[in-house]
T-cell receptor
Framework: GAVVSQHPSRVICKSGTSVKIECRSLDFQATTMFWYRQFPKKSLMLMATSNEGSKATYEQGVEKDKFLINHASLTLSTLTVTSAHPEDSSFYIC???????????FGDGTRLSIL | QQQVKQSPQSLIVQKGGISIINCAYENTAFDYFPWYQQFPGKGPALLIAIRPDVSEKKEGRFTISFNKSAKQFSLHIMDSQPGDSATYFCAAQTASGGSYIPTFGRGTSLIVHP
């Protein structure tokens, strides 16, 4: 149980393109979803937290107009990287949980490469 | 300010040996301590977790030891196998403010030699 599916697993696109990443909880209702960014050999950097039906809460230093997050249902959240540039290239990982006192379950990540 | 300090940064162990990864936290309000295992190119997967009302939790070859007074917890991997080679993250979270947002350690890269 507690499976989180993230799609696509890899994206390569040109600078200026907007890229959408989907995160789905397959067998539970995700009250809260998290979006992380991970640099090579580094820890997880929390970008934002989203609760279903509410606006996402962004961490300090994360541009909300650059990284658009939508959590329209209890099983789906999307991250859109708008007008992506090479410095946005990274490994993006989503996670989801049902209750607040429960652990997060992570997707397999999306490797984003901007040329 | 790093609220969860994890060490060592990297660890090399022979097959069959014991791998030990340590974490220390500062916020006494933390009340849930999960460990995650991450393979290259994959997302982290929950390995084992503990709450502060117990001092030890064991699941197969994996054991968490928790020392509330010292604000430390550690992961022990018994009979380490090459398949255990991965990056391990400790985390701590609290119900403070109702957020339950976890704080992650910086990770430990474990290599188990055959």
């Amino acid at each position: 149980g507690a499976v989180v599916s993230q799609h696509p697993s890899r994206v390569i696109c040109k600078s200026g393109t907007s890229v959408k990443i989907e995160c789905r909880s397959l067998d539970f209702q995700a009250t809260t979803m998290f979006w992380y960014r991970q640099f090579p050999k580094k820890s997880l950097m929390l970008m934002a937290t989203s609760n279903e039906g509410s606006k996402a809460t962004y961490e300090q230093g994360v541009e909300k107009d650059k990284f658009l997050i939508n959590h329209a249902s209890l099983t789906l959240s999307t991250l859109t990287v708008t007008s992506a540039h090479p410095e946005d290239s990274s490994f993006y990982i989503c996670s989801a949980r049902d209750r607040g006192d429960q652990p997060q379950h992570f997707g397999d990540g999306t490797r984003l490469s901007i040329l | 300010q790093q609220q969860v300090k994890q060490s060592p940064q990297s660890l090399i162990v022979q097959k069959g040996g014991i791998s030990i990864i340590n974490c220390a936290y500062e916020n006494t309000a933390f009340d849930y301590f999960p460990w995650y295992q991450q393979f290259p190119g994959k997302g982290p997967a929950l390995l084992i977790a503990i709450r502060p009302d117990v001092s030890e939790k064991k699941e197969g070859r994996f054991t968490i030891s928790f020392n509330k007074s010292a604000k430390q917890f550690s992961l022990h991997i018994m009979d380490s196998q090459p398949g255990d080679s991965a990056t391990y993250f400790c985390a701590a979270q609290t119900a403070s403010g109702g957020s339950y947002i976890p704080t992650f350690g910086r990770g430990t890269s474990l290599i188990v030699h055959p």
